[in-house]
């Protein structure tokens, strides 16, 4: 996959694990790898990118004795899955005609 | 390796990303193996399924916008010449020397930049003077063809000549000016690699 495409993708994917509920980052990875590989590595900037974007806040949860990182999702992040929906209703109409008209062997 | 081990190399690894990022990144792979040991694995267990210490500071690396870097590099430069007024007035009476030498290697620089483009330019204005040419020969031909026939066939000689070195002159621009901007990748690059030192893993 293009790398845009899928950095697009990673990012509204993260999103709509946090709509469900409030979530740290190894519950995010749990969730999402059953449909996209992604790593520690993967997610660290993916979180940075929504962060700066007003996409997610971030709060501490006190755990076990030890701090753990929680992310919940913003307005502007509810407004970005809506954005991508609607996007890929026309990319889902271009994918369609691409299938009828282009695909198959003669 | 342990969760102390693996952080201690990691942090090794991140030793060129400013301090607040570094710990960031720490506190974060700290609770992702906590996470991990938590769900019922080992502490040997969670390690491994980190991935490799250089991918995961090359990554986060590449990622850190260069800015971060260039105010940590004056962070510590600053730090380590301890006296920063002295810095400031030894920076300002050497202003003769590195000044007009500063500026040197800044108009080396552009000139340097200035004839490579002017390279590209010219393979540029050859395709089209040779596809000009070969255009008016080829418009000739008719006129030529009345009075002079042996003209005309001189001329569609040249033309075919002026075709081919307008292909030819083409083809170099195109390599010319690929190679203008892999140069300047290259440039930007190294001047990236002024600032982040790359850990070889």
Same mark, same amino acid.
């Given at each position: 996959?293009?790398?845009?495409?899928?950095?697009?993708?990673?990012?509204?994917?993260?999103?709509?694990?946090?709509?469900?509920?409030?979530?740290?980052? #190894? %519950? $995010?990875?749990?969730?999402?790898?059953?449909? *996209?590989?992604?790593?520690?590595?993967?997610?660290?900037? !993916?979180? @940075?990118?929504?962060?700066?974007?007003?996409?997610?806040?971030?709060?501490?949860?006190?755990?076990?004795?030890?701090?753990?990182?929680? #992310? %919940? $999702?913003?307005?502007?992040?509810?407004?970005? *899955?809506?954005?991508?929906?609607?996007?890929?209703?026309? !990319?889902? @109409?271009?994918?369609?005609?691409?299938?009828?008209?282009?695909?198959?062997?003669? | 390796?342990?969760?102390i081990e693996f952080l201690q190399k990691l942090e090794l690894a991140l030793d060129r990303l400013?301090e607040?990022e570094r710990n960031?990144t720490l506190l974060?792979y700290s609770?992702?193996?906590?996470?991990?040991?938590?769900?019922?694995?080992?502490?040997?267990?969670?390690?491994?399924?980190?991935?490799?210490i250089?991918?995961i500071a090359?990554?986060i690396?590449?990622?850190?916008?260069?800015?971060?870097?260039?105010?940590?590099?004056?962070?510590?430069?600053?730090?380590?010449?301890?006296?920063?007024?002295?810095?400031?007035?030894?920076?300002?009476?050497?202003?003769?020397?590195?000044?007009?030498?500063?500026?040197?290697?800044?108009?080396?620089?552009?000139?340097?930049?200035?004839?490579?483009?002017?390279?590209?330019?010219?393979?540029?204005?050859?395709?089209?003077?040779?596809?000009?040419?070969?255009?008016?020969?080829?418009?000739?031909?008719?006129?030529?063809?009345?009075?002079?026939?042996?003209?005309?066939?001189?001329?569609?000689?040249?033309?075919?000549?002026?075709?081919?070195?307008?292909?030819?002159?083409?083809?170099?621009?195109?390599?010319?000016?690929?190679?203008?901007?892999?140069?300047?990748?290259?440039?930007?690059?190294?001047?990236?690699?002024?600032?982040?030192?790359?850990e070889?893993?």
């Amino acid at each position: 996959m293009e790398i845009q495409l899928k950095r697009g993708f990673y990012e509204v994917c993260v999103l709509a694990a946090l709509k469900q509920e409030d979530s740290y980052g #190894y %519950k $995010i990875i749990k969730d999402v790898s059953p449909y *996209i590989e992604i790593s520690e590595s993967t997610l660290y900037p !993916i979180l @940075k990118r929504l962060e700066n974007s007003d996409c997610l806040a971030v709060y501490n949860v006190e755990h076990n004795s030890r701090l753990r990182k929680y #992310y %919940k $999702i913003t307005e502007n992040g509810i407004k970005k *899955i809506d954005e991508f929906l609607l996007e890929w209703e026309d !990319i889902t @109409k271009v994918y369609e005609y691409i299938k009828e008209v282009g695909a198959g062997n003669e | 390796m342990n969760k102390i081990e693996f952080l201690q190399k990691l942090e090794l690894a991140l030793d060129r990303l400013p301090e607040n990022e570094r710990n960031k990144t720490l506190l974060y792979y700290s609770e992702m193996i906590e996470d991990r040991i938590e769900d019922g694995k080992s502490e040997e267990e969670a390690v491994g399924e980190m991935e490799a210490i250089g991918i995961i500071a090359q990554r986060i690396i590449d990622e850190t916008p260069i800015h971060k870097f260039v105010s940590e590099k004056i962070k510590t430069t600053a730090y380590k010449s301890s006296n920063k007024t002295l810095m400031a007035i030894l920076l300002i009476l050497s202003s003769i020397i590195w000044v007009p030498l500063a500026s040197a290697a800044l108009i080396v620089f552009f000139s340097f930049v200035f004839t490579i483009g002017m390279f590209v330019l010219t393979a540029y204005l050859l395709v089209v003077t040779f596809g000009a040419s070969a255009i008016i020969l080829v418009l000739g031909i008719p006129y030529m063809f009345i009075s002079k026939p042996y003209l005309a066939i001189l001329a569609l000689g040249f033309a075919f000549i002026c075709i081919g070195c307008a292909i030819l002159s083409f083809r170099l621009a195109v390599a010319l000016s690929k190679g203008f901007t892999k140069l300047a990748l290259v440039f930007a690059r190294w001047i990236k690699g002024l600032f982040v030192k790359k850990e070889e893993a």
